[in-house]
């Protein structure tokens, strides 16, 4: 099945800076990349997605950039803000089944 | 777009007793439902697969006599915890394609606490 590998657990940014989460997965039949917010106790929130026949997309601050050949992708948010703080997870969907990674917790510091 | 209704959204049990969930998908025909389950601070493990009209298709590991999922209608899936034990407790949440969105559009449920005591 498929594997979702998402790197930091963890990540700190100062208020205004950027913040990178990176994803990998080891189904290469994977075609749906999809990032979800998730806030304690919710439902996990589309914020962006993404389909492998694209490399990149981006919707205001954020953007996430797929490299099919490495099997990775990431999120990319630019002037972070207190609100960003929450729990982030990347998806990795086959047309069917969609798996997560293990999430990174972001805090934005004021 | 595409809504799941999740009930009920928390609930508190006692052990040894049974918990249903229902999902019901509000204005699109939910043909499969996927069922997760979340530990604090942990991710969305897939559970189940339910496909209208079929069984359900587990994941490894996941016990399919006590995690009961029937799926009779185009818009309805129930997740049936049996003998529930405090090691159950966690948040279940429900998800669903609309494949009528144009996209891979997988719509949540706003999930549930289960608390076993």
């Known amino acids: 099945g498929e594997n979702v590998e998402q790197h930091p657990s963890t990540l700190s940014v100062q208020e205004g800076d950027s913040a990178v989460i990176k994803c990998t997965y080891s189904d290469s039949a994977s075609n749906y990349f999809p990032w979800y917010k998730q806030e304690l106790g919710k439902r996990p929130q589309l914020i962006i997605d993404i389909r492998s026949n694209v490399g990149e997309k981006k919707d205001q601050r954020i953007a996430v950039t797929l490299n099919k050949t490495a099997k990775h992708f990431s999120l990319h948010i630019t002037e972070t803000q207190p609100e960003d703080s929450a729990v982030y997870f990347c998806a990795a969907s086959n047309d069917y089944k969609l798996s997560f990674g293990a999430g990174t917790t972001v805090t934005v510091r004021a | 777009g595409a809504v799941v209704s999740q009930h009920p959204s928390r609930v508190i049990c006692k052990s040894g007793t049974s918990v249903k969930i229902e999902c019901r998908s509000l204005?699109?025909?939910?043909?499969?439902m996927f069922w997760y389950r979340q530990f604090p601070k942990q991710s969305l493990m897939l559970m189940a697969t339910s496909n209208e009209g079929s069984k359900a298709t587990y994941e490894q590991g996941v016990e399919k006599d006590k995690f009961l999922i029937n799926h009779a209608s185009l818009t309805l899936s129930t997740l049936t915890v049996t003998s529930a034990h405090p090691e159950d407790s966690s948040f279940y949440i429900c998800s669903a394609r609309d494949l009528d969105t144009g996209g891979n559009g997988y719509t949540f449920g706003s999930g549930t606490r289960l608390t076993v005591v």
């Open positions: 204005d699109f025909q939910a043909t499969t």
